[in-house]
């Protein structure tokens, strides 16, 4: 026998109702410390108004975030605080890394820059660029919301993931280095595993 | 524009000829690391150089033609006579402790401390002498020649954050 669903009612599932409301109502906690800020406050500008996609309201404090967007570069005295102000956030929560500088260290190859927040903290998109254009980091939110949107859990099951522990490296990410489907990268060595021997730099 | 003969006149009798080189109109004079505090005292008190622009330092390792390690650089100005004088102090290891200049220029608080920091040059008398730039725990003085431009894996050493534990 059918149930008749009366009109102006729709089925869903609980999960893609949470997703939905999270999607559309990300709050970014700016963690801008360089240039890439710049672009960043243009992106929650008028101009090319976040608002949109429901993102406009940048909390500076982590209690109140569910989006961290890391724009700039992180020395090694400021990882610290990012990594605190990362496990103050609520969950769920997200990371985008935007610019290269927060994704490999870009130019900046030297004892003070951490070479990739990604090393340290959980990252889900790479925004490329120096600096990224608004658009670039509209695009990755609105990439983000639709990764909510397919994988999201009412329970947030999708962050307990084996591959959502590894730690990612943006470079072997990137298509430009190719990617080889079953998580390995072109050189064969597991994802998981750092592009460099750290011990032996160290 | 170069340094007012009567300043250097007022030096040398002071502490005998001193090395003295001018380049594109700027005045730089020599003097030797225990004469510093008293050559800046008389700077400061009788020829009226009441600015202390900034301390920095130089690290000569494998530079030509170079005798000593470190190059301390002081920048000297003059608000009444509007007169610059630079004065270098060469230091050498094991000794690398000058006096602070605190107690003539208070100015000269953070200077120092970004010369500790960045060289390891210590000076003494300094009321607060800590790292400014780099973390506490840093060892390392990374400014000097033999420390490698990508440090030593300072940057890597931090604790993981994966998604189950944060
Ligand atoms: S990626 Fe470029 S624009 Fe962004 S912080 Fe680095 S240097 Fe600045």
Not at chain 1, 58 to 82: H, N, W, Y
Not at chain 1, 127 to 132: A, D, M, S
Not at chain 1, 139 to 159: A, K, N
Not at chain 2, 116 to 123: A, E
Request: hydrophobic content about 40%.
């Amino acid at each position: 026998m059918a149930i008749e669903v009366p009109e102006n009612v729709v089925v869903t599932k609980l999960d893609e109702l949470a997703s939905w409301c999270r999607k559309n109502s990300l709050w970014p906690m700016p963690f801008a410390t360089a240039c890439c800020g710049i672009e960043l406050m243009a992106t929650g500008a008028s101009k090319h108004d976040l608002a949109r996609f429901g993102a406009e309201v940048f909390r500076f404090s982590p209690r109140q975030c569910d989006l961290m967007i890391v724009a700039g570069r992180v020395v090694m005295k400021m990882l610290p605080v990012l990594q605190r102000i990362w496990q103050q956030m609520h969950e769920p929560k997200w990371c985008i890394s935007m610019g290269a500088c927060a994704s490999t260290g870009g130019v900046f190859d030297t004892y003070a820059v951490v070479q990739g927040i990604d090393r340290f903290i959980p990252v889900d998109m790479y925004v490329p660029g120096c600096p990224p254009r608004p658009e670039q980091l509209i695009q990755s939110i609105i990439d983000l919301q639709e990764m909510i949107q397919r994988e999201g859990t009412i329970e947030g099951r999708e962050f307990e993931l084996a591959s959502r522990q590894q730690t990612k490296r943006a470079l072997v990410e990137l298509p430009m280095y190719g990617r080889i489907p079953d998580g390995r990268t072109n050189d064969g060595r597991p994802m998981s595993q750092p592009i460099r021997n750290l011990k032996s730099e160290i | 524009m170069p340094a007012n003969p009567a300043t250097l006149a007022a030096l040398t009798a002071r502490f005998g000829p001193l090395p003295t080189s001018e380049f594109r109109g700027q005045t730089r004079v020599v003097v030797a690391r225990d004469q510093l505090l008293e050559a800046m005292r008389l700077l400061r008190a009788e020829l009226r150089f009441d600015l202390l622009v900034d301390v920095t330092c130089v690290d000569y390792l494998n530079y030509r033609d170079a005798a000593n390690r470190f190059g301390l650089v002081y920048l000297l100005a003059s608000t009444d006579t509007n007169e610059r004088l630079t004065i270098r102090v060469y230091l050498n290891e094991p000794q690398l402790t000058v006096p602070s200049v605190i107690g003539l220029w208070k100015g000269a608080d953070w200077l120092e401390r970004e010369v500790f920091d960045m060289y390891g040059i210590v000076f003494d008398g300094h009321p607060d002498l800590r790292r400014i730039l780099m973390p506490e725990e840093f060892t390392a003085y990374p400014l000097r020649k033999d420390y490698p431009l990508q440090g030593r894996g300072e940057r890597h050493n931090f604790p993981v954050l994966t998604r189950r534990e944060a």
